[in-house]
């Protein structure tokens, strides 16, 4: 039904703004991604984001699109390309002061250095400054996916103490 609506729209979107282009095709990417339609998804994502680059006023929205891209790109394997996306979306969120979403972004950046680069230290700092920052800010979705990761970290290196303190 919601790509059916953004169809309907897609005339009306011709002269709309770039921010709500880049809005249209992101939400249709969401769509996409939820019936597992993944490659299909990022390349509705890139578009997006390519309409947003140096856009005044459009770093947020770019930040949002950076870290759903991410997000996608990791799920379907690709944890180099993810591993720059959440990075280019951390940068984003922090020069906005957007803390919250920085921690999402920063857990993502931690899953590709944990997984592609198999560097649990690394990935442990990374997790640890998400959870510190979510908790500041009181995002608790991002602080339990943060400790959740920890957890995993900590039990897979056999330090069990920390990881029952976060349990």
């Not at 390519?50 to 929205?61: H, K, N, R």
């Not at 899953?111 to 400054?129: C, I, K, Q």
């Not at 510190?132 to 103490?161: F, M, S, T």
Request: hydrophobic share 50%.
């Amino acid at each position: 039904d919601g790509l059916a609506l953004l169809d309907v729209l897609t005339g009306d979107l011709l002269g709309a703004t770039a921010q709500l282009n880049a809005r249209a095709l992101s939400a249709r990417a969401g769509a996409l991604a939820r019936q597992g339609d993944a490659l299909a998804a990022r390349e509705l994502e890139t578009q997006a984001m390519a309409l947003l680059e140096g856009v005044p006023d459009a770093a947020a929205q770019l930040a949002d699109l950076l870290h759903s891209a991410a997000v996608t790109t990791i799920r379907r394997g690709d944890l180099s390309s993810g591993a720059e996306l959440a990075k280019r979306s951390a940068a984003l969120f922090e020069a906005a002061g957007d803390t919250g979403r920085q921690a999402m972004a920063l857990s993502a950046l931690g899953v590709t250095v944990l997984h592609a680069e198999n560097d649990p230290a690394r990935a442990l700092g990374l997790f640890e400054r998400s959870r510190v920052l979510a908790a500041q800010c009181g995002h608790v979705p991002a602080q339990r996916g943060a400790i959740l990761n920890l957890i995993k970290i900590y039990a897979d290196l056999g330090d069990i103490e920390p990881a029952l303190a976060l349990l």
